[in-house]
């Protein structure tokens, strides 16, 4: 538990010394449209032969930190329709921050958009 913490103080210290107000908010999407029987890898890097860190199924909440490539923020874009948001990030990869081996040790990684969905 005092890991947890100690993770979650940490990232949003960092987040509000980075100076963007959205960056110590997080935004909840869904892993959606991955094949049937397959999972959204998380990456440690913005690449698809980034070591993967973990693997979430359809159905699957993600806590977003907001930060995607190409300096897409979903925060920016998160008054737009559903359809919109999904179109926004379908070739981006967007960083989350999950808890890749259940232990309560918090870090970021990153998905590929075209496999997530505003929830």
């Given at each position: 538990m005092k890991?947890?913490?100690l993770a979650a103080s940490?990232?949003?210290a960092v987040a509000a010394a980075a100076g963007d107000g959205h960056a110590a908010?997080?935004?909840?999407w869904q892993v959606t449209d991955v094949s049937w029987g397959d999972t959204l890898n998380v990456r440690k890097y913005p690449a698809s032969y980034?070591?993967?860190q973990s693997?979430?199924?359809n159905g699957t909440v993600l806590q977003m930190t907001g930060r995607c490539t190409d300096g897409l923020?979903?925060?920016d874009i998160s008054g737009k329709s559903e359809w919109a948001q999904k179109q926004a990030v379908r070739y981006r990869w967007c960083e989350v921050w999950h808890d890749p081996k259940n232990?309560?040790?918090f870090t970021t990684g990153w998905v590929y958009g075209k496999?997530?969905?505003p929830h």
């Open positions: 890991r947890t913490l940490l990232f949003f908010a997080f935004s909840a980034s070591q993967k693997a979430y199924p923020n979903l925060f232990d309560g040790d496999y997530i969905r």
